[in-house]
């Protein structure tokens, strides 16, 4: 057994929380720490449904990607969708850890995660934008290289739509063979210039807005919007397993109501 702060604690050594972006929120967000935990609920987001479910499967603290507060709350009522949210984990007595943009940006986080899902091979960081406390290296991102005979952008965007599991990709074909990947996991578009500057032929990423496909064409290089669900929660599997080789006798179950919010036709 161990407590909620025990466990942010932990999660602070793997995934330090100091290591968040400026506009993030992530960090020990609902509950008390002193509260034994004997079952983790983890999901990619704390949604009304995922509290719902971690009541229904008795956990005490639920471990997200994404922060269940995100903006400064004005009241906390069942007027609105965060409100029904915290009420709900809050009356329930769950807790709430999220691991946002450190864990975007530490080694063995979402981007080599993604990486890794996608088969890339020497793979290094995209952007390095700093060491913590222990002398590591972390930043968004990661480059890395192709196996085997390169694919075109179709091919390799149909790969990538299956790798991830998404309900659908977007791409822009620069008609250039795929050999030397970027790839950001989440909102990283404004990343392509960067990854262009690495000698990157493709870049994988998300949320991608019209204009950044109109450069990427104009600039000749493959740009695959996958979703930020999918090239996010490829991390859940990482926390899964981290949560359970730090705790050994907290049992640990992963989300099955939270999935890819839309579909394609």
């Known amino acids: ?19 968040q972006m400026d506009f993030d929120n992530a960090g020990f967000l609902v509950g008390r720490g002193d509260r034994d935990v004997k079952k983790i609920l983890v999901a990619l987001d704390i949604t009304q449904e995922v509290a719902a479910e971690a ?3 008795g956990a005490q603290l639920i471990v997200a990607h994404h922060p269940v507060i995100f903006h400064p709350a004005r009241s906390l009522t069942d007027g609105d969708p965060t409100g029904r949210i915290l009420l709900t984990l809050a ?5 709430a850890i999220c691991a946002h943009t450190n864990l975007d940006a530490v080694a063995g986080g979402v981007n080599d995660a993604l990486a890794e899902r996608l088969e890339l091979t020497q793979v290094e960081q995209l952007q390095q934008d700093g060491v913590d406390e ?20 179709p091919a390799f965007a149909t790969f ?6 998404a309900n659908g990709v977007r ?25 262009l500057a690495l000698g990157c032929d493709t870049f ?27 090239t996010e929660n490829v991390v859940i599997p990482v926390l899964e397993r981290w949560l359970a080789s730090g705790f050994p006798k907290v049992e640990i179950v992963v989300s099955k109501c939270h999935k890819e919010v839309f579909s394609y036709t």
């Open 1 to 19: 057994m161990a407590t909620v702060r025990e466990i942010y604690q932990y999660l602070d050594a793997l995934a330090p929380f100091s290591l």
């Open 171 to 195: 791409y822009v074909d620069a008609r250039r063979p795929v050999r030397r990947v970027a790839v950001g996991g989440g909102a990283c578009g404004d990343m392509l210039g960067r990854a």
């Open 91 to 95: 009356e329930q007595g769950i807790a």
């Open 134 to 153: 222990s002398g590591r290296p972390y930043g968004i991102g990661r480059v890395g290289n192709t196996t085997g005979v390169p694919k075109y952008a």
């Open 55 to 57: 009541a229904q499967e």
């Open 160 to 165: 990538v739509k299956e790798a991830l599991g």
């Open 204 to 230: 994988v990423t998300s949320d991608v807005k019209y204009n950044g496909f109109l450069d990427a064409k104009a600039l000749g290089i493959n740009l695959i919007d996958a979703g930020h669900y999918p």
